[in-house]
C-alpha cells in the first residue's frame, strides 16, 4: 500500500521548486544519467566533475551500495523496518524495492527535502501489498520531526528493528549543524538490533592542499549544497557505539562487492566512504 497525498493549504510541490539553485538530489540524478534536473543543476554537476572527473563513477558505485547494503540487512540481518532519508529522485532498486524482494512485508519510510523528490515518490514509490511506503517532507538537520512525523508513527513500529539510510547525504550537513548529534538522535530513537547503513564523500585521496581547503570549508559550511568532505576517522565518529558489520568501513566500491563487475574502481576514483553498523 502507499499512503495518500497530505491533505490541507500545503502549497504543491512545484510551487516550491527554484530552478535556478543546483539541489544536490537533482544532481545526483543528472550524474546518473537521469533526466529530472534542471540547467543549474546540470552546470554545478558538471563544475564538479571538472574538478573530480570520476565523480560519475562515485555516484554510480555509491547507489550500488545502497542497493547491497539494504539487501544485506533484509537478508542476512533479518530487518524489515527502514528509515531513508535523502532518498533523492527514486530511480531503479530503490530501498523498498530491494528489501520487499526479499522480504514483500518490508515497511519503508523516505524522506527528503526536495519538491522534485517529493512529487515522484508519490507517484512512484509503491509498495507491495504485503509492507508498506511513506514519505515524508523533511530535513535532516530536523530529527525530530521526522521522529514523530504521523507518517513514520504509522509506517514503522520504533520498539522493533529499523534500517537508518543515511546514504550519502551526512556530507551535506556542516560541522555547525552538528551532523553527530542529529545522528545520535536519530538513533537514540531506534530499538537494539537497529542498523545505520551510511556513505561520505572523503578528502583522503586528494592532494594535501586540496584536502585542507575542503576541511577549512566543511568547518565554515556556509554554501547551499556544499558537499563537506571528511576523513576516514571523522566518518568513524558517526558509528560510536555501535558494532560494525563486516567489512567496516571500506569504499563503497568495496563494501560487500563480489559479486559486482570487475575489476572494482579504486578508492580514489569513487573518494567515498561507507560501513554498516549494529546497535546493541
Known amino acids: 500500500m502507499t499512503t495518500d497525498a497530505p491533505t490541507g493549504a500545503a502549497p504543491h ?92 512485508q518490508s515497511r519503508v519510510v523516505y524522506v527528503d527535502n526536495d519538491p522534485i523528490v517529493l512529487a515522484h515518490a508519490r507517484a512512484l514509490l509503491t509498495s507491495s501489498t504485503q509492507g508498506a511506503t511513506a514519505y515524508i517532507d523533511a530535513d535532516l538537520r530536523d530529527p525530530e520531526k521526522i521522529l514523530h512525523h504521523p507518517e513514520l508513527r504509522r509506517t514503522l513500529d520504533l520498539e522493533q528493528p529499523v534500517a537508518l539510510m543515511l ?44 584536502a585542507e581547503e575542503a576541511r577549512e570549508a566543511t568547518r565554515v559550511g556556509n554554501a547551499p549544497g556544499m558537499i563537506n568532505l571528511r576523513g576516514r576517522d571523522e566518518f568513524a565518529r558517526f558509528f560510536d557505539g555501535l558494532d560494525l558489520v563486516e567489512p567496516g568501513l571500506v569504499s563503497v566500491a568495496e563494501w560487500r562487492a563480489g559479486a559486482e563487475p570487475q575489476p572494482r574502481p579504486t578508492a580514489a576514483e569513487v573518494s567515498m566512504y561507507c560501513g554498516v553498523a549494529r546497535k546493541g
Open 13 to 104: 510541490p512545484s510551487d516550491r521548486i527554484d530552478t535556478s539553485v543546483a539541489h544536490p538530489a537533482r544532481r545526483y540524478n543528472y550524474w546518473l544519467g537521469g533526466k529530472d534536473n534542471f540547467q543549474a543543476d546540470r552546470d554545478s554537476g558538471d563544475a564538479m566533475a571538472a574538478a573530480f572527473p570520476t565523480i560519475r563513477t562515485a555516484a554510480l558505485e555509491n547507489r550500488r551500495f545502497l542497493q547491497r547494503a539494504v539487501a544485506h540487512l533484509a537478508r542476512e540481518a533479518g530487518v524489515r523496518q527502514f528509515l531513508d532519508i535523502g532518498t533523492g529522485i527514486p530511480t531503479a532498486n530503490n530501498t523498498h524495492e530491494v528489501a520487499q524482494a526479499v522480504a514483500p
Open 167 to 210: 546514504v550519502a547525504i551526512l556530507h551535506f550537513v556542516p560541522d555547525p549543524d552538528d551532523p553527530y548529534g542529529v545522528v545520535r538522535r536519530l538513533l537514540a530513537e531506534l530499538p537494539p538490533g537497529s542498523y545505520l547503513a551510511a556513505s561520505h564523500a572523503t578528502f583522503d585521496h586528494l592532494a594535501p592542499e586540496v
